[in-house]
């Protein structure tokens, strides 16, 4: 930071905000901390009276912090994300579509391990079309460009952030349950189930009442993958009883288990698997059918936009992966599915 003659700071970095007082019409910033100072803005500053001003003087090795925002930018900016404009040293990103948002969380943490960056985001999992899902910045007013070419080498060439479109467009449904298909009680699981899908545009292409017959929830499963269906959702008798025969019906249909069993509550009894041809099942517990949100809700944008599920990331979710069961549910917008 310099003192330097107001005719002579033209490129120069204003360290500190411009209050403009007019009598009775303003009194308010005229410039702010950060401004590069322009030949049309010696006038106004000398109406102002100022003489002298406080600066950093930005040079090749130097990247003012709007530059340096647009350095980010590109780090972690994708083909279905739009950014603003620059405003005091900050970019924001929006999605321009709904879809499931990645983070790449260890490529984010290696730029984010580097002093005076700054770059915050929301959590992967879905997004809306115009949601904003990242910030970012530079701390200091001006920044080593040597600084930056080091977070750069740390990130990589890939973007950090990516939305993917939702691909799948059609699912079927196996209720298992020889209560629901003898019509003893109603059916108040595939509802719930279907509400979901609706949101995502997701359509019932065909649903299969299975009772608890092992052979018969495997049948409902093959016919719903001969007719097509993108997804497969096998509703209740997910538990360890002798009398749950969905895990072992979905094994038998030649589904490749990911997972029986995840680190979430409510929803550890959750089973995913994929087909050879990458249809993905899930087996849902009984806690889908009544809780507003569950594992089943922290899964599906990623499984809706046919990335696979690894089992080494279900685990490492069991961080966050605890309800707080509040009276009003604020997923995504909370711990749980961290």
């Known amino acids: 930071m310099k003192k330097v003659n107001v005719e002579d700071a033209i490129g120069m970095v204003l360290c500190h905000d411009m209050t403009q007082i007019i009598p009775g019409v303003v009194k308010d910033a005229k410039y702010r901390k950060g401004h590069v100072v322009k030949e049309e803005d010696i006038p106004i500053l000398l109406s102002m009276g100022k003489k002298h001003l406080f600066v950093y003087e930005v040079n090749e090795n130097m990247i003012h912090e709007n530059d340096a925002a647009i350095y980010l930018r590109d780090m972690c900016i994708s083909e279905n994300l739009v950014d603003s404009e620059v405003k005091e040293g900050k970019i924001m990103l929006k999605s321009k579509i709904k879809?499931?948002?990645?983070?790449?969380?260890?490529?984010?943490?290696?730029?984010?391990?580097?002093?005076?960056?700054?770059?915050?985001?929301?959590?992967?999992?879905?997004?809306?079309?115009?949601?904003?899902?990242?910030?970012?910045?530079?701390?200091?007013?001006?920044?080593?460009?040597?600084?930056?070419?080091?977070?750069?080498?740390?990130?990589?060439?890939?973007?950090?952030?990516?939305?993917?479109?939702?691909?799948?467009?059609?699912?079927?449904?196996?209720?298992?349950?020889?209560?629901?298909?003898?019509?003893?009680?109603?059916?108040?699981?595939?509802?719930?189930?279907?509400?979901?899908?609706s949101k995502f545009g997701v359509k019932l292409i065909d649903k299969v009442y299975s009772g608890d017959d092992k052979e018969k929830i495997i049948a409902g499963i093959k016919t719903l993958k001969d007719k097509g269906a993108e997804l497969i959702c096998c509703t209740g008798g997910m538990s360890v009883d002798p009398d749950d025969m969905t895990p072992s019906a979905i094994i038998d249909s030649g589904a490749k288990v990911i997972t029986y069993g995840a680190p979430f509550l409510p929803g550890a009894m959750m089973l995913l698997g994929y087909f050879d041809d990458d249809t993905p099942i899930i087996g849902l517990p009984g806690c889908v059918m009544y809780a507003a949100s569950t594992v089943f809700d922290v899964l599906l944008p990623k499984i809706l936009a046919k990335i696979k599920w690894s089992r080494?990331?279900?685990?490492?979710?069991?961080?966050?992966?605890?309800?707080?069961?509040?009276?009003?549910?604020?997923?995504p917008n909370c711990a749980f599915g961290n």
């Open 312 to 331: 080494e990331e279900i685990v490492e979710m069991g961080y966050g992966g605890l309800c707080r069961q509040c009276k009003t549910c604020h997923f």
């Open 99 to 197: 879809g499931y948002l990645s983070v790449d969380k260890n490529r984010l943490k290696a730029a984010n391990m580097h002093n005076d960056i700054v770059i915050s985001t929301i959590k992967n999992g879905n997004v809306e079309q115009n949601e904003t899902v990242a910030g970012m910045r530079v701390v200091p007013l001006v920044i080593e460009k040597k600084k930056l070419e080091e977070v750069k080498i740390a990130v990589g060439n890939e973007p950090i952030i990516k939305v993917y479109p939702y691909k799948v467009k059609s699912f079927g449904m196996v209720v298992t349950g020889s209560e629901v298909a003898e019509k003893i009680i109603e059916d108040k699981f595939s509802p719930v189930v279907e509400n979901k899908l």
